[in-house]
């Protein structure tokens, strides 16, 4: 039943009781963070912006780049989501780019005295919209800031406020590189800082080599990803034949309820033209299938 897994789920994000005063306007996108094959602080693309303000724009040189991914859970659970990010790159400036999210549970029952359900469901979701800046510092140095508006609704009860992210992403030598983001820092460091989560990544890149004749490289990524109630570390591999297809493979060691839980994720990009299709899986916890995410990325002079 929906109200049933409604309420494993919220046990499930939050790692406290669900009657808990939880931070609405973040927990749900726990959900789409469990879809990345990497770790967030190497997430990439316009819609990457949201894990890291730093994040690469994409595959070219190009100007402008639009992503909208959809993520969907188990029916069980009845969280679905999009995220939509459209970012302008200047040379010799830096990127600039518009984001919104928004995640809910679909068709939540409410009822009273009778179990049959009531015409008007009960409204749950969080929403986020940003405005990000990142800029090359220097050749290895990337730095990046968002602006986001936070808000979301549980029933009658309403949440909203701003956060002041903050991401970097540095070239190491040896093919290595190394990642740090916040998500959804509280700027005034108030009731905000129960839902601010902090991630670092190390990247290592091999040589490239040759796959089926086409010019090909493996990265081992590893990071982590911690706040109040939430502690996320990811390894996982990555195959990038000719920038053209892409696999990643990772699994994610989640704590929750006091144990640790492993949950394998895997994710696969085909790469035509100025076109960039992405699909990713995870494989789920506590009983339940796993959460699918569909992404679609266009580039434009």
């Known amino acids: 039943m929906r109200p049933l897994g409604t309420a494993i789920l919220a046990l499930a ?43 690469p724009a994409g595959r070219s040189s190009l100007r402008h780049q639009f992503a909208i991914e959809t993520i969907h859970s188990p029916a069980e659970m009845g969280v679905a989501g999009v995220v939509g990010g459209l970012s302008r790159h200047q040379r ?6 518009l984001l919104y999210g ?3 549970i679909e068709d939540l029952a409410r009822t009273e005295t009778s179990p049959e359900a009531l015409p008007d469901g009960v409204p749950v979701y969080a929403q986020v919209t940003s405005l990000g800046y990142a800029t090359g510092v220097s050749d290895r140095l990337t730095l990046g800031v968002a602006v986001r508006s936070l808000s979301a609704r549980l029933a009658s009860r309403r949440e909203g406020r701003g956060a002041l992210d903050f991401g970097g992403r540095l070239a190491l030598r040896g093919g290595f590189a190394l990642a740090a983001a916040t998500r959804f820092l509280d ?33 081992v990524r590893a990071g982590s990803t911690a706040g109040a109630g939430e502690q996320v570390r990811f390894l996982g591999l990555g195959l990038d034949a000719a920038r053209l297809l892409q696999v990643d493979l990772g699994a994610a060691n989640e704590l ?18 100025r076109y960039t ?6 494989s789920g916890v506590h009983g339940f299938g796993g959460t699918y995410r569909f992404g679609l990325g266009v580039e434009a002079p």
């Open 13 to 55: 994000l939050t790692g406290r009781p669900a009657l808990s005063q939880a931070p609405l306007a973040t927990d749900l996108w726990r959900v789409a963070a469990a879809t990345l094959a990497s770790p967030e602080a190497l997430a990439s693309g316009p819609a990457g912006s949201l894990w890291n303000p730093a994040a």
């Open 92 to 97: 010799g400036i830096g990127t600039v780019t």
């Open 102 to 104: 928004r995640m809910g």
């Open 187 to 219: 700027p005034l460091f108030g009731s905000g800082r129960t839902s601010t989560s902090w991630s670092v990544a190390l990247e290592w890149l091999t040589p490239p080599f040759e796959l089926f004749g086409l010019p090909a490289g493996v990265n």
């Open 256 to 273: 929750a309820f006091g144990a640790a839980v492993w949950r394998a994720r895997v994710a696969v990009s085909l790469v035509a033209g």
């Open 277 to 282: 299709v992405r699909f990713a899986r995870d």
